[in-house]
């Protein structure tokens, strides 16, 4: 991966290698809507290559891209990080 | 528009360095010598395209062909194989 030794290749198509959550399905969409609005997949990689290498090995995939549509969102003033703390808060009390 | 200043056949070398930011040139090519195979168009900069600027003006990009058994020191395939990477021509010399 990248030049650096890495696991066994996943051959599957993207759509077909394994089935997706509902979430990662919505994290997707947005991904495609935020592209719509100019944040280009640059912008998002950016993000994604600035996590620690250990948070990168731990996340998945669409866990990977949602720390990189947060960040997009927070640096463009889409949203703060208070609003961000408060919603994960409430979700967390659902159970 | 930004002139193209390499032509198929062209030998070039990519720039070996590491600046902070997405940068679309793999490490792992950086500092290695290859041949212009093509120009591939003029695109936005994605390195400014990264910090949420436009990009403008579009860059040359061009297809670099290199020769597998020169990029990894423990190749084993066949020594005429080649690897290409698509490189901004501010990446190349």
Redesign the interface.
Known sequence: M??LPAGPVERGEHDEARSYADWERRVDAMAVLMAAHHI?V??R??HI?QLPPEAYDRMSYYERWIVSLTQAMI??GVITTDELGRKMEEVRKRG | MVEARFQPGDRVTVRNTAPLGHIRTPFYIRGHSGTIERLCGRFPNPEELAQMRDGLPALPLYRVRFLQREVWPDYRGSADDVLEVEIFQHWLE
């Open positions: 990248g030049g280009t640059d912008e990689r950016r290559e640096q463009r």
